[in-house]
């Protein structure tokens, strides 16, 4: 095997790779602030650093066509190249990238995962197949998956999750977020204030110490939120088919209400003494409670799932 090494004098190149090739490349962070990442398949670790250089060190894939480490403007692209018809089955890169923590990054694969950490750049990340593990993020967020899971741990720029099939599982994600998929599952915990959440068949799990803007939306998904504290003029809205929806909100919340089912559609009200009318001829359900001074409003929306609201509990 060969080692290519590389110093922060070359600026632009790209080198042949042959199978399992080692790489070491480096270059000084001056006037440098984006990288573009491409590795197509493989595992890529990334971690933010005091450090006053970007270095990718790691094992190129078998089939690697060239690696390309070039300077374009205030971006570098780091890049693994394949040949047309790769397969997707073999064993891929493994890279390992240090950088500066307030260099912005973009990233994308195929079947690659990427494990990202200690960041204040802005961060965009995707990959087909692969599992994403962010953590610990101080810029803005964007990552998408069509299949592979992704997990995030202490966000706190705007976040913007996406999968297809694969499961989001969060935690600590502080900044204004939305979050999406078709059929994969959500867990969200300590979220807030701002947050949105749409999935098609996909179960919703959520839990906030404090929120002033929620919104959640599935078809046949179960939705589950607990909810410790309402911002003043907070706006709660939830809309399903046919999921299941259980709301846990203070007591105290002081919010107009307005909850409709259609057929089939069932409330039950845990939370205060509001009364639920039955239609006679459609056997829909609604709810209406208009205190005094609210501060705040909630809408719940269902055809044929069941609507519960009931106290949060004391502790997330």
């Known amino acids: 095997m060969r080692m290519f090494t590389l110093a922060a004098s070359f600026m632009a190149f790209g080198l042949p790779a042959f199978a399992g090739e080692m790489i070491d490349s ?76 307030n260099i912005s990054l973009d990233a994308e694969g195929v079947t690659t995962s990427f494990a990202i950490n200690n960041l204040k750049g802005d961060l965009e990340v995707g990959t087909v197949t692969g599992k994403l593990t962010l953590n610990s993020i101080k810029g803005d967020v964007e990552a998408e998956s069509v299949s592979g899971n992704i997990v995030a741990t202490q966000l706190d720029g705007e976040i913007e999750l996406a999968s297809v099939s694969g499961e989001i599982t969060g935690e600590r994600l502080m900044g204004k977020g939305d979050y999406a998929s078709v059929s994969g599952d959500l867990t969200l915990l300590q979220v807030g204030p701002e947050v949105d959440v749409e999935t098609v068949s996909g179960d919703i799990k959520l839990q906030s110490p404090s929120l002033n803007q929620l919104s959640l939306e599935t078809v046949s998904g179960s939705i589950d939120a607990n909810v410790l504290q309402l911002i003043n003029d907070a706006e709660i809205e939830v809309d399903t088919v046919s999921g299941s929806v259980a709301l846990h909100l203070p007591q105290s919340a002081v919010l107009k209400m307005k909850l409709e089912t259609g057929p089939g559609g069932k409330i039950v009200n845990k939370l205060n003494d509001a009364s639920i009318d039955i239609s006679k001829y459609s056997r829909s359900a609604s709810m209406r409670f208009e205190p005094r001074n609210s501060q705040g409003q909630l809408e719940l929306h269902t055809i044929s799932g069941t609507l519960t609201l009931s106290p949060s509990s004391n502790q997330l």
């Open 26 to 101: 480096q270059v000084d962070i001056k006037g440098i602030k984006q990288i573009e990442l491409v590795v197509p398949s493989g595992n890529v670790v990334v971690r933010g650093g005091d450090n006053q250089q970007i270095q990718i060190t790691g094992e190129l894939a078998p089939s690697a066509k060239e690696w390309v480490f070039e300077k374009q403007g205030n971006k570098l692209v780091a890049e693994v190249r394949m040949p047309k018809n790769w397969d997707h089955d073999e064993p891929g890169s493994s890279i390992d990238v240090s950088l500066p923590v």
